[in-house]
């Protein structure tokens, strides 16, 4: 009788993140995180801001996509250098046209938001990997990781 007690801990326990660290391409360490949310799997490779901003000093090719929400991209003026914005809602529809038309399925993508949890960046990532992208991470921490390493950043666009 105490183990069904214990069910439901167990279980909840279960559902909570697991991370493993692994060493990605170039040494570079990627965190996978899995997510059980309602019966459905998330997953997500991590990118540290430290290693993203690493990785962009030797200018090596990475497409990075902003995921943040329309306030935080206004608000900020900035983005990191060479991002494009994209809304979550539309990034599905925005794939078919350039420039993410034009990114090939094998480069690397790397995605960011201001969430405290990272969830736009993780959806982004998902949207990207269901539609066939076969190397995306998703930058920990997102925007305010990145302003706290101070990564490289430059003005956004104005319409």
Known sequence: MKYKRLLPCVLLLLSSCVVIAYSGQNGIVVLRQTEFVQGTTTQADFIRAEDLKARLSRNERLVLIDVRDTNSYA????????????????????????????????????????????????????ILSDAGFKRVYVLKGGWRMWLKVSGQVEPRPRA
């Not at 809304?87 to 993508?109: A, C, G, M, Q, T």
């Open 75 to 126: 608000g900020s003026g900035n983005r990191i250098k060479g991002a494009l914005h994209v809304k979550l809602r539309r990034l599905n529809y925005r794939l078919s046209l350039p420039p993410l038309r034009d990114i090939s399925h094998d480069s690397e993508v790397v995605t960011y938001c201001a969430c405290p949890n990272d969830e736009a960046s993780i959806r982004a990532a998902q």
